[in-house]
């Protein structure tokens, strides 16, 4: 079935309907499905605002935050799928055991779920400029579009590398068809729409209550910051790296007393948060479909047939060899992970049958008082938060020469996780505070989306050696980019295929 929101096969009806369906519990209004009509009027502040409101939706779909990007953590090699059997999960499955095909669903997926979010992106970034609304909340809301696009941008290209890029609104006289831009105009790209963001975009102490969650000036100089390390590294891309870590350390952020306080929705969007996906466990709508309010996370991770959480469908299952890479005292192990004699979940006590590696995730899962059913999780995602900056300071100070600078971010991380001996990480050469960087992300940012990604960008082909040394040989770099779905390639011939596959 094509999707008609598809950015890659361009079968669209002339008139896109922008719903105000990305609703929170602090920023948005909880009206079910206002809808603004291009096709009229569009005039009003309120028009405007929900257009962009209509932006952030596809976030919280399954095709991304919902479920596809914690699924890139099993194609890392940190976890496996669990889940039911059979063919639940297969397409993740075959794509982490590299035996996949450009038909797989989950690649199909990935590839579809930015595609609506730019769409809308375009239409604000198109109409809003020539509003006659106040001023500061139309630079605003241009921000909040720009911040988006890139980000949706910035996912395709790491997954996929060149994709189409089309920076305007459908009309009748848009192509039907489009090829890939290539890697470097996607880019360039991104860093314009970033650094535009940051002109436009206020600092997260400007919102007031009701506006907390949006994006900010902060979450668009963390992004630019990653796109920065990601694509192209050099000393000058690690110098700006720094000074956008630095500016955003001066703005108020810290971390979090307590780690698992990052992951408790009765302190989502707090200290450490700079940018997270929002939810607030609507149960009006169908729990399956896109329009849901509410986080699968819980629901697929609990263990399965466990009855401690609501769902427990058992999927994202760490592997031993993850397990095995927490230090003796890492306060973080006992947040994250269950594990035969870990600490009482909710009363429940934990034991390894109910996992097919003996281990489940921990920690997004919520108790049946704080979800009560499947279909009532308000957990939020969090796509930033302050420790990641910190670890990005570390790499930067580190790439630029600076490695006994880069032990005191480091050493603020793992001081929080109970890692109090500072003489672990001093005294190391380059290479091995580059290791302990990669370690450390490893374990402080586990199954939040971010691993896959880190392997990709790490130097001297880290993703195929370290795949290889927990046994995923039959990864290739031809892996490194995902397949030009086969579905979308049969509805668009100018669509060229990765090598390899």
Sequence with gaps: ???????FNFQFSMV?????????????????????????GFQTEADAVAAVNACYQPLQWPKLYNMRIWTLDIIAGESVVGAGGGSDGLETIEMANFIATSDNFAALDLWRGPSPGILRCNFVLKNVPDMQIDEDLKNRLLGEAYFLRAHYYFILVRLFGGV???????????????????????????????????ILLPIRSQYGSKDLGRATKEAAMVELARVYMTYQPSSAKYTEVLRLCNEVGELGYHLADNYADNYNPAKQNGVESIFEVQYYGKTNYDFWSNENQASWISTYQGPRNSGMAAGCYGW??????????????DLRKDATIFYTGCPLFDGYTYTGIWSTTGYNVRKFLLTKAQSPDYNTSSQNWIITRYADVLLMKAEALNELGRTEDAVEPLYEVRKRAGLTDRSQIEGLTPEMMREAII?????????????????????????????????????MQKHLLFPIPLQEREANELLTQNPGW
């Design 439 to 475: 370690h450390e992300r490893r374990i402080e940012l586990a199954f939040e989306g971010h691993r896959w990604f880190d392997m990709l960008r790490y130097k001297d082909n880290y993703a195929i050696r370290f795949l290889h040394s927990i046994g995923k040989t039959a990864a």
């Design 16 to 40: 896109i309907i922008l719903m105000i369906t990305f609703t929170s519990c602090n920023f948005l209004d909880r009206k079910p499905w206002d809808s603004v009509d291009t096709t009229n």
């Design 316 to 329: 994202n299952q760490p592997t031993a060899e993850f397990v095995s890479q927490y230090e003796p005292g």
């Design 164 to 198: 189409p890029m089309p920076t305007e609104p459908l009309t009748s006289d848009s192509p039907l068809k489009m090829p890939r831009a290539s890697v470097d105009e996607i880019y360039e790209l991104i860093t314009e729409d970033l650094k535009q963001a940051i």
């Design 1 to 7: 079935m094509k999707n008609k929101f598809s950015i």
